[in-house]
């Protein structure tokens, strides 16, 4: 018997959202969560990644862009299309999306340093026609002023890179509340490390307050938790809480 080829892509969202919609966040959650029920694959999560933040743009709720991994034995171009479609029918009707599609034949490190140039500047949109062009990356464009396809190359890039942004989707880390021990969270959820202050990793019995929000930041292109001992010495706090203006579908 043959097995199965499985490829990774990446796929960058960004300005999903507007009138009577949740936000993009909500909406890369929604298309992980779609990935598995359609049978195209499996998701590897979902991150958030902060762009440039000037009173020069117009954004919602922070200046961010979503990246979902996906796994697959899908066709590319039959992927990408999908893709686009079920996007297409999910964004806000005023809304003016982007999506990016990174595969192992694009040009990581050229599309990384757009990602990174997009966290310190305004970027325009010719640029990331440009950039996507030649880091062969595949982009396309949902609305009428095109401006969602430099965050969704932004998204895409700084995910290939491995070490920004934060993971807001992984199996069940939403359903962990209160104190658990490391070896459920590294069993349950994906996360492959949880760290204490010094980077060591916890041992599997070790109780860790959650705070009731575990967000795994990305590092070294896996979740990683990172956690401060509690003032009584009898558990791990994670060092991540939920910011007060936290988008709701983050």
């Given at each position: 018997m043959t097995a199965e080829i499985t490829e990774q892509y990446i796929v960058g969202l960004d300005d999903t959202d507007g009138t009577g919609v949740e936000g993009t966040g909500a909406l890369a959650r929604a298309l992980a969560a779609h990935v598995a029920d359609a049978g195209w694959g499996r998701s590897l999560g979902v991150t958030r990644h902060q762009l440039f933040d000037s009173e020069k743009l117009t954004y919602t709720t922070g200046n961010h862009c979503y990246a979902v991994g996906i796994e697959t034995d899908r066709n590319a171009l039959d992927l990408e299309d999908d893709l686009v479609e079920w996007v297409r029918k999910h964004a806000a009707k005023d809304a003016d999306p982007g999506?990016?599609?990174?595969?192992?034949?694009?040009?990581?490190?050229?599309?990384?340093?757009?990602?990174?140039?997009?966290?310190?500047?305004?970027m325009k949109l010719e640029w990331a026609q440009t950039f996507s062009t030649e880091a062969?990356?595949?982009?396309?464009?949902?609305?009428?002023?095109?401006?969602?396809?430099?965050?969704?190359?932004?998204?895409?890039?700084?995910?290939?890179?491995?070490?920004?942004?934060?993971?807001?989707?992984?199996?069940?880390?939403?359903?962990?509340?209160?104190?658990?021990?490391?070896?459920?969270?590294?069993?349950?959820?994906?996360?492959?490390?949880?760290?204490?202050?010094?980077?060591?990793?916890?041992?599997?019995?070790?109780?860790?307050?959650?705070?009731?929000?575990?967000?795994?930041?990305?590092?070294?292109?896996?979740?990683?938790?990172?956690?401060?001992?509690?003032?009584?010495?009898?558990?791990?706090?994670?060092?991540?809480?939920?910011?007060?203006?936290?988008?709701?579908?983050?």
């Open positions: 999506v990016a599609i990174l595969s192992r034949h694009s040009d990581m490190p050229h599309v990384l340093a757009f990602g990174r140039r997009s966290q310190t500047e305004i062969n990356v595949a982009l396309r464009a949902l609305g009428r002023k095109r401006l969602g396809t430099i965050g969704a190359l932004a998204a895409v890039g700084l995910r290939a890179g491995g070490r920004d942004g934060r993971f807001i989707d992984l199996p069940t880390i939403r359903d962990l509340n209160g104190r658990v021990t490391a070896g459920n969270i590294r069993e349950r959820t994906g996360v492959e490390a949880v760290l204490d202050e010094a980077g060591e990793p916890l041992d599997r019995d070790d109780l860790v307050e959650t705070f009731g929000w575990l967000r795994p930041r990305l590092e070294e292109g896996r979740p990683v938790i990172h956690t401060s001992r509690s003032p009584e010495g009898r558990f791990w706090l994670v060092t991540d809480r939920r910011p007060a203006n936290e988008p709701a579908g983050d």
